[in-house]
């Protein structure tokens, strides 16, 4: 009987490890998109956008710190963490490139844009959070991560309204 109860208790850390090693993997892609996102922005800024190059800049910082932890977390688990970006991720910068070439290179616009893409961010945090199989040190690390982006959400959303 111990042994079948032992079993039991193995398959579910293992569904459990699957369930989070899964949720870290896409927090690290939609971090990895994040980057990807303002180093494309920072390509359109114009010269006297130079604030908001040092911004993003920071926020490409936040990411990659955001990364290295949930990486952490997923090699702790004995699994490798993903390098790659979301597919939802690739297909928002194709939609961006389109958008841009209609709308222009503006201040606005690219502060759109990002917003858009600090939106998709706080919806996969939140969907990650949602999740009942998320243990409980990583639910702590994913609500600081998800506080953490919704200030650099905000500052984005600010800097947009004040347009």
């Known amino acids: 009987m111990a042994c079948c109860f032992n079993t039991s208790i193995l398959i579910k850390i293992m569904e459990t490890n699957t369930v989070n090693t899964e949720i870290l993997n896409d927090l690290i892609q939609i971090n990895n998109d994040r980057v990807v996102g303002y180093e494309k922005a920072m390509k359109e800024l114009k010269p006297e956008d130079s604030d908001l190059k040092t911004l993003f800049v ?6 990659h710190k955001h990364k290295m932890a949930l990486a952490t977390e997923v090699q702790v688990m004995g699994v490798e963490a993903d ?3 979301t597919t939802s991720g690739k297909i928002y910068r194709a ?5 841009a070439a209609f709308t222009g290179h503006d201040r606005k616009t690219i502060l759109n844009n ?4 600090e939106d998709a961010a706080q ?3 939140k969907m990650a959070l949602a999740d ?7 639910k702590t690390l994913i609500t600081a991560q998800k506080a953490s982006l919704r200030v650099s959400h905000d500052e984005i959303k600010a ?5």
């Open 83 to 85: 390098k790659g970006t």
């Open 132 to 138: 009942e199989g998320l243990s409980a040190n990583l």
């Open 159 to 163: 800097l947009r309204d004040a347009q």
């Open 123 to 125: 919806n996969a945090y």
């Open 58 to 63: 920071k926020m490409i910082g936040e990411s």
């Open 114 to 117: 990002c917003e858009f893409g």
């Open 95 to 99: 939609w961006m490139d389109v958008k």
